[in-house]
């Protein structure tokens, strides 16, 4: 079955830097869109950023636009989100995502929090 693991969130100070990982398995990695999403405490879940099959085409949500990168590793099954520059309103759970035909997918999320 599908599954997602992220990895990598905890606590840093404005302006410092993590690295979210997502480990895949349960499906053929590579042929698959992979996502990030995040979900600030009372806020609807968002789209943080995504990444094609092949890594050819990657979009960002404005707000973390020059801030953030979104990579893959198709032979380790990987998606990685290198966060830099951060912000306290970055501060949210963040998910791993991929549609696999035509249901979302998810992880179990890990926790971001930016605060001095």
């Known amino acids: 079955q599908v599954q997602l693991v992220e990895s990598g969130g905890g606590l840093v100070q404005p302006g410092g830097s993590l690295r979210l990982s997502c480990a895949a398995s349960g499906f053929t990695f590579s042929r698959h869109t992979m996502r990030w999403y995040r979900q600030a405490p009372g806020k609807e879940r968002e789209l943080v950023a995504g990444?094609?099959?092949?890594?050819?085409?990657?979009n960002y949500a404005d707000s973390v636009k020059g801030r953030f990168t979104i990579s893959r590793d198709n032979a380790k099954n990987m998606v990685y989100l290198q966060m830099n520059r951060l912000k306290p309103e970055d501060t949210a759970v963040y998910y791993c995502n991929v549609v696999f035909y035509a249901d979302n997918y998810w992880g179990q999320g890990t926790q971001v929090t930016v605060s001095s």
């Open positions: 990444i094609t099959s092949g890594g050819i085409s990657i």
